[in-house]
């Protein structure tokens, strides 16, 4: 397969959504409210307006929490974030194989920058895009189309890899194929974008890509 595969990154490449999760939590309690925890696991990984609007159930402060969140993990990622066990040698192959890579997050540009070189990440990756560079945040289908725009690769050769029914939406409203990781239980019913395949591990994309 020639073409690119583009990565989300929080809960995908590295296992940081309970710290994530925890920092809402904290935002929460300064703010006088009591988020729920199982819902922000299952919304973490769309746009910063529609997981605090609907942690928070205020649309006046999207904008304060996010930057509060923002500052909170970036008190405490290094020290509580890894990579997933099967990531570098996903990349290494994948990389042999010829096919380009980015990273598209809705975590901001230097976050990403940040975490890219603290994994040593950057190596393998042709570009990254944040929310922050672009009209709407996933689920809208802006961030994969920049990354596409960058890469200079069409649609129909990209797949978009995430954790979440956000980055499902996201490829398939952008016309790529889309792999699912399970980190976690999701009810696909949720959403009228069904991915193309669903992993357990990273390490499938591999079979999947060769057989593609």
């Known amino acids: 397969m020639s073409g690119a595969i583009l990565f989300d990154l929080d809960g995908t ?3 940081s959504v309970p710290t994530i999760v925890k920092c809402y939590i904290k935002v ?3 703010m006088g409210v ?3 925890a199982k819902l922000a696991h299952k919304i973490i990984g769309g746009s910063a307006e529609i997981t605090i609007s609907r942690l928070f ?5 999207i904008q304060e929490c996010s930057k509060m969140v923002r500052e909170e ?6 020290n509580e974030v890894k990579p997933y066990p099967d990531v570098y040698t996903t990349l290494e192959i994948i990389r042999r194989m010829g096919i380009r890579m980015a990273v598209i997050s809705s975590n901001s540009r230097s976050m990403i920058e940040q975490v890219l070189q603290h994994f040593n990440f950057l190596s393998f990756m042709d570009t990254f895009v944040s929310n922050e560079e672009v009209k709407q945040g996933k689920p809208a289908p802006d961030i994969v189309l920049e990354a596409m ?3 200079n690769v069409p649609a129909e050769k990209c797949v978009v890899v995430g954790d979440t029914l956000f980055d499902i939406e996201s490829g398939k409203r952008a016309g790529t194929h889309a792999i699912l990781v399970v980190r976690k239980p999701i009810c696909l019913a949720q959403s009228k974008y069904i991915p193309d395949y669903v992993i357990s591990s990273l390490r499938d994309i591999i079979s999947v890509i060769k057989n593609w």
């Open 73 to 78: 993990y970036s008190k405490i990622w290094k």
């Open 13 to 15: 490449l590295i296992d």
């Open 28 to 30: 929460g309690n300064k």
């Open 149 to 151: 725009k960058r890469l």
């Open 57 to 61: 159930k205020r649309e006046d402060i």
């Open 34 to 36: 009591k988020v729920d």
